[in-house]
């Protein structure tokens, strides 16, 4: 059972989960289903009536041998639904249907309080799970982002401001919101809109709230003076701007940079990044985006000569493991 506050990703890692593994994943909404919906329909086969389970569940010849069955919302399933999937989630069964041995069952909802449409989860169904609660880690984010093409200007800008990444207060908190899930959406306005200020800005603050959009709109409007990324990479460009602001963008638009390039060329460039970083006057934002650097493409970094350079001189502010 996953929890965690709305938009830090609770059903995105189920999927990246059944993605990694290239295994289905049947995705039931239980807030919207009735109590029928998962047991099936009755009907009568000679002198006794026998259950029609739904098509919706895994079913190993439809489906696979393995996958993930996902009950997401289950927070949010009036009490009815969730009685109806205590068999379901303990003994992997309903009435004579069974769940196939290779499927996982995983569940994911908000937490009491989170003003969402929540019921507190009923005791029985609570002790049939193990229950991890999931909050908003901006170094992890930055992973997916370079992974998953967000804009590397909302990236550096979130390196810069790492409180609005996720800043959502119940009692305060407007219909949108900083959140993993809402700079996501951010990110598709840029691609969108980026040609039109006065709708690109409107585009920022229905995404991620009034505040945080303005801060975003303020930070990008900053960014055209930076030097040419690919310039940089290629080892073309030796100055770094002077400004935090434009240090953190920049560090961001060279990693996505690095990590689209082809094997060959992306040897280059990372060693041509890790002499650029050590040029940053605050080490810590050259250490930054070496760490960036490491979670996009991996062990390929520590095979550079350039690396063993770079962490030689820069050792007591590193800590990390080959493995």
Known sequence: MVWGPPGVGKSQIVGAIATRHRVPIVDLRLAQMEPT????????????????PPALLPDASRHGQRGILFLDEITSAVPTVTAAAYQLILDRRLGEYRVPDGWAIFAAGNRHGDRGVTYT????????????????DLDDW????????????????LRFRPDLLFDFDPNRSGPAFPSPRSWEFASRALGKFGHDSALLAESLKGSVGTAAGLAARAYIDHVDR????????????ADVPAGVELQYALAAALVRHVTRLPRPEQETATANVLGYARRFRQRELGVMLVADL??????????????????EELGDLLSYDRA
């Open 142 to 157: 930055v992973a997916w982002a370079h992974a998953h093409g967000i804009d590397p200007r909302l990236v550096g800008f």
């Open 226 to 237: 930076l030097p040419d990324i690919a310039a940089v990479a290629a080892g073309r460009v």
């Open 121 to 136: 989860m009923p005791a029985p169904l609570a002790n049939r799970f193990a229950h991890y609660e999931i909050e908003a």
């Open 37 to 52: 919906d998962l047991r099936g329909i009755p009907f009568r086969e000679g002198r006794h009536v026998v259950w029609a």
């Open 294 to 311: 490491a979670r996009s493409i991996g062990r390929p970094l520590y095979d550079v000569p350039q690396f063993a350079e770079w962490a």
